[in-house]
């Protein structure tokens, strides 16, 4: 049998996935919304990842669905899934992929914000000091506006907007995670996460031009990876370690998000970023000091 000390970097390497994956999902998202809707490109990616989760479970065998006691929370969940997707493609479609990766870097602020407030979770002088650098970075990375983007000042908005989407996911996915699993939270979540944009896209339509080989492969990376695989993965991390230790690994999306924009989409770095990333960095992580020693 294998020891409790074996197992315990699991939690951390899922997080670490999951971050990576949504790290680079950005770039997938802006080639996908090249032939797809908004509302398109959420009830595709999230049927694509439901399916899978729903398949990787029936392979395993037992029950599909979360417990009882976990489906009111679960239904919840995936509506409010299905809205913070469909703000981050409201968001890629007028803002650089830089600027949100930098901006989504503030979701740990938020999530211990949220457990100060409604888990009654402490939180020291050093911590409020943190919150105060990052909203002063996420400010400095929206002071100014891409060239090419004349929407952005919108954009950023809106991707600040959904920090608050996925902090409030992430603390309300705890404890289902636990009782349930991640897989079958994640796979029941994703499938109510279908049907509110596929609503709208019955009447807004799923597609604006004809879908080439690009935004099809990146809908299927969507799909697969960045709903059904990081979710999942997430969700298993949040139920380890809890949901302020698994957002900390927010850190490292900038990273990966701006390798993969300059590599593949061609943007570079501007001042603000090299000035606002850090600061909101340097912030969440005394947030994170500030949550220690209680």
Do not use: C
């Not at 997080?15 to 996908?32: D, E, H, N, Q, T």
């Amino acid at each position: 049998m294998r020891s409790t000390h074996s197992m315990s970097w699991r939690p951390y390497a899922k997080a670490m996935l999951a971050i990576v994956i949504w790290g680079s999902s950005f770039i997938a998202l802006r080639m996908a919304l090249d032939s797809a809707t908004p509302y398109g490109v959420v009830w595709l990616r999230n049927l694509l990842g439901a399916l899978f989760l729903f398949a990787v479970l029936l392979w395993r065998g037992g029950p599909l669905l979360p417990e009882r006691e976990d489906r009111p929370r679960v239904l919840l969940l995936g509506l409010l899934f299905g809205i913070h997707l469909l703000i981050q493609a409201w968001a890629i479609q007028r803002t650089s992929t830089m600027h949100a990766g930098w901006i989504v870097a503030f979701i740990p602020a938020v999530v211990a914000l949220g457990a100060w407030l409604f888990l009654r979770e402490h939180m020291r002088a050093i911590g409020w000091v943190g919150i105060a650098a990052a909203s002063a970075g996420v400010l400095v990375l929206t002071s100014t506006r891409p060239a090419q983007f004349a929407e952005a000042g919108t954009g950023d908005l809106l991707m600040f907007i959904s920090t608050f989407t996925w902090a409030a996911y992430t603390l309300l996915s705890t404890g289902p995670a636990r009782r349930s699993g991640g897989l079958r939270v994640s796979a029941s979540a994703l499938l109510v996460a279908v049907l509110p944009n596929l609503g709208m896209a019955a009447f807004m339509g799923t597609w604006h031009a004809d879908p080439t080989v690009a935004p099809l492969l990146a809908l299927l990376f969507l799909g697969f990876l960045a709903s059904g695989v990081a979710l999942w993965v997430y969700s298993d991390a949040v139920a380890a370690l809890g949901p302020e230790r698994s957002s900390a690994f927010q850190y490292v999306q900038p990273f990966v998000t701006l390798t993969a924009a300059a590599a593949l989409l061609g943007e570079t770095v501007s001042a603000e970023q090299l000035i606002g990333g850090p600061l909101v960095l340097a912030g969440v992580w005394l947030v994170q000091r500030g949550k220690r020693g209680r």
